[in-house]
C-alpha cells in the first residue's frame, strides 16, 4: 500500500466511525464486535527508539467493512496532520483489529498479574460493567441530550509509561488493551461532560506471558509478574494543549 492509499484508507476509517458513533444500532454492534486489540513488543519498542520519546500513545476507533479497528499513533507524530506525514511518519501509524479470537491456549495471566496505577479488582469490575451495561450506555452517550456535544470517544489517550512499564517486566510479551467502563465521581462536578452517566468508556491494559503452550503450570513467579495499567483519557470530551489529535483535528 503506497502512502496516498493508507491516508486514505485511515481517513475513511476515521470518517467512518464518526457517522457510526451516533447511530445507537450501528455503534453497539460495533462495540460488540470484539474484546481486546493487541500490541506486540515491537510495536512498543518502535515507540522506545523514536528520536523524541512520546508522553502518549493515541488509539483513535475506526471502521473498515463494518468491522472496527484500533488506529495507533504516537503523541510525538500525531503533532502533523496526515495529509502532510512522510511515508517514515506514516509507517509509525499502526492499524489493530478489534478482536475476540485470544489462543485458548494463552496462560491464565490474569492471576498473575499485580496491581499497577488501576488494581486488577478494578480493571475486572470496569470489564464486567462494560459487559453487562454496554447497550444502555451506548445509548445514553447518543440519545441523552445532555451529552450531544459529546457522544462516544473517537481517540484514547494513554500514557506511553503504561505500555512501557508493562514492556519492561515482560519483554517478550505481548500486551492487550481491554475496554471497560470507568465510575466516575460526578458530584462536585460543574462542567457539562460531567453532567452525564457515571461510566466512562476506559481501557486498561493487560500483559500476556510469554510461555510456551505446552508449559501451561511453569508459571513466573511473583516479583516477575507484570501489573496492569490505567490512565487513559477519551476525546471527546478530553481536549489538552499539548496533547493534539492531528488525526482528526488538523
Known amino acids: 500500500m503506497n502512502l496516498i492509499e493508507k491516508k486514505t484508507r485511515i481517513t475513511n476509517m476515521l470518517r467512518q466511525w464518526n457517522q457510526d458513533r451516533w447511530n445507537k444500532t450501528e455503534a453497539l454492534d460495533l462495540l460488540s464486535s470484539g474484546a481486546y486489540y493487541s500490541i506486540s513488543p515491537k510495536d512498543v519498542q518502535m515507540w522506545i527508539n523514536s528520536p523524541i520519546k512520546p508522553e502518549r500513545i493515541h488509539s483513535y476507533i475506526g471502521v473498515e467493512n463494518h468491522k472496527l479497528y484500533f488506529i495507533l499513533i504516537d503523541s510525538e ?32 495471566f490474569i492471576s498473575k498479574t499485580i496491581d499497577g ?84 468508556l476506559d481501557l486498561c491494559f493487560w500483559s500476556l506471558e510469554d510461555q510456551d503452550k505446552f508449559k501451561l503450570l511453569n508459571f513466573k513467579s511473583s516479583e516477575d509478574d507484570a501489573p496492569v495499567e490505567d490512565l487513559t483519557l477519551i476525546c471527546p470530551p478530553y481536549e489538552e494543549r499539548n496533547d493534539k489529535f492531528s488525526l482528526i483535528f488538523p
Open 117 to 200: 496505577n488501576v488494581s486488577v479488582t478494578n480493571a475486572l469490575i470496569r470489564n464486567f460493567c462494560w459487559q453487562l451495561m454496554k447497550g444502555s450506555w451506548v445509548e445514553d452517550q447518543i440519545e441523552s441530550v445532555r451529552d450531544m456535544q459529546v457522544g462516544i470517544a473517537r481517540v484514547f489517550s494513554s500514557p506511553f509509561s503504561d505500555l512501557e512499564e508493562i514492556h519492561k517486566a515482560e519483554t517478550n510479551t505481548d500486551i492487550i488493551a481491554v475496554m471497560g467502563l470507568k465510575h466516575i465521581d460526578t458530584a462536585n462536578t460543574e462542567t457539562i461532560y460531567d453532567e452525564k452517566s457515571p461510566f466512562q
Open 77 to 108: 507524530t500525531d503533532k502533523k496532520p496526515l495529509s502532510e506525514m512522510t511515508d517514515l511518519e506514516l509507517d509509525k501509524i499502526i492499524i489493530k483489529k478489534f478482536d475476540n479470537n485470544l489462543d485458548i491456549f494463552t496462560p491464565n
